[in-house]
């Protein structure tokens, strides 16, 4: 079936350094891919997706683009600052039935001052 | 701006006991899903829901669950007779359309079996 794999957390940064969180998935068919957030005590909101190949979905300074070749779905920022810090997960859904998500296991973000 | 809201936020109930969690979807979304998280480990899909009807369940959605839409606005997830093993987080999501992909998520609802 359709998975996600997310690289093991916690990244652990400085304010103002770079990001990339690795992200790579296995689908059949052409998947619609997402990175949602959940900051602490809160509930998942989408950060980005992407719906088809070479694609970059980006937002709030985030970007990732889809890289079929690759199968893989990085998330990519210049200069993080502590207010970044939360869970960030990966996710899927196929080109078939309702669009379930398919969710990676989470990665924690900590950016310290 | 349009959001999911649940309730209650926090549930605490014993082993055995029946359990009902609610969720108000965006007003003009036509899916709806649950998804749950125990604690530390990765979100799951549980069912999605059209047209009153369900269109799609996991393994993890056994007869013990079921959902209904009782009226225009609420969309619930019943779980009969609760396991020590349901503990988690539950988060309802809704989207507008099968090819609008984006789904808008819940605040979630945290269930404590004793």
């Known amino acids: 079936g359709d998975s996600v794999t997310q690289m093991e957390g916690p990244v652990t940064l400085s304010e103002e350094a770079f990001l990339t969180i690795n992200c790579t998935y296995t689908a059949t068919g052409y998947p619609s891919l997402f990175w949602y957030v959940q900051y602490p005590g809160e509930g998942l909101q989408l950060l980005l997706k992407?719906?088809?190949?070479?694609d970059k979905g980006s937002n709030k300074g985030f970007e990732a683009t889809y890289r079929k070749e690759t199968t893989s779905f990085h998330l990519e920022k210049g200069s993080v600052q502590v207010s970044d810090s939360a869970v960030y997960f990966c996710a899927l859904t196929s080109n078939t039935g309702f669009q379930k998500l398919v969710f990676g296991t989470g990665t924690r973000l900590l950016v310290s001052p | 701006e349009p959001e999911v809201t649940q309730t209650p936020s926090h549930q605490v109930t014993q082993m055995g006991q029946e359990v009902i969690l609610r969720c108000v979807p965006i007003?003009?979304?036509?899916?709806f899903y649950w998804y749950r998280q125990i604690l530390g480990q990765k979100v799951e899909f549980l069912v999605s829901f059209y047209n009153n009807e369900i269109s799609e369940k996991s393994e993890i959605f056994d007869d013990q669950f079921s959902v209904e839409r009782p009226d225009g606005s609420n969309f619930t997830l019943k779980i009969r007779s609760t396991k020590l093993e349901d503990s988690a987080m539950y988060f309802c999501?809704?989207?507008?359309?099968?090819?609008?992909?984006?789904?808008?998520f819940g605040p979630g609802t945290r269930l404590t079996v004793t």
């Open positions: 999501a809704s989207s507008g359309g099968r090819t609008s992909y984006e789904q808008y």
């Open positions: 992407a719906t088809k190949a070479d």
């Open positions: 007003s003009n979304h036509l899916y």
